[in-house]
């Protein structure tokens, strides 16, 4: 995204909502996928579905940004990734550093934060450089958290919890009883996140991936046949549209839900 596209910075505006605030979800996930099937379709190598992936990120953030959704975390690269080629993990790590330092300025003047989660000292060091340096760059924004998962598995990250759990036990310092769902909650990568409300698949696969199995126990799901480098910002606005009109019981019933409103 060049940030001077037209000679002026392009600063999202303060409180133009594109739809209705009511009902908005505080926390969009998404799964990012078929960037390789777009670039197949196409007669292209795998890389440039994964380029053209990136356009969809910048505009996702943005629409994120413009709406007031407050935390967006999006799928980027999973523990299972690793088992790609070496040529295509370096694609991506290089075009995970071109978006963090082609948006850098952006995240600066609309208040976006910049978190990764995941075993990120899996990456390699030039990548995690430039990871650290937005994170510290970004640290004090307070409009809205873009997370990245890197290196990212659900029941890795469940497993970590484990250990740092039971090796409070094993200090002392926590008793079983203390285990509760909180407890686990807060061993999290995603301890200071709220649950996603919504989460979106792209390419039409009906699958979680093992991403964010714990966090997403009453997540709405919005899946999309549409391949993630065609998902623009109408297509997202129209899962959160979609999102609005659902009814979030949480396992009571539509009346439980309709007196308690
Ligand atoms: C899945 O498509 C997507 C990924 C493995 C990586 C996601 C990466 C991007 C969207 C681009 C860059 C990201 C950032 C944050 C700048 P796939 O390759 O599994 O597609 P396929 O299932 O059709 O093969």
Known sequence: MP????????????????????????????IMDGNG??????????????????????????ASRELGIHWLTLYA?????WKRSKFEI?????????????????MLQNGIRLQAIGRITKLDAKTREILADTIEKTAKNREMVLTLALSYGG????????RSLASQIQEQTLAPEEITEEAISRSLYTSSMPDPDLLIRTSGEYRVSNFLLWQIAYAEMYVTPTLWPDFRKEEFLCAIEDYRKRERRFGATSEQVASKA
């Open 3 to 30: 940030l001077q596209a037209s000679g002026e910075k392009r600063i999202i505006s303060e409180g133009k909502k594109l739809t209705d605030p009511q009902k908005l979800p505080e926390h969009v996930a998404i």
């Open 37 to 62: 099937r777009w670039a197949r379709r196409r007669g292209m190598d795998r890389v440039r579905g994964h380029r053209v992936g990136a356009e969809s990120v910048r505009e996702v953030v943005r």
């Open 77 to 81: 690269f999973s523990e299972e990734n």
């Open 90 to 106: 370096r694609a991506l790590m290089k075009l995970l550093r071109q978006f963090l330092k082609s948006e850098l300025e952006e």
């Open 155 to 162: 029941r890795q990250e469940i497993l970590d919890a484990f």
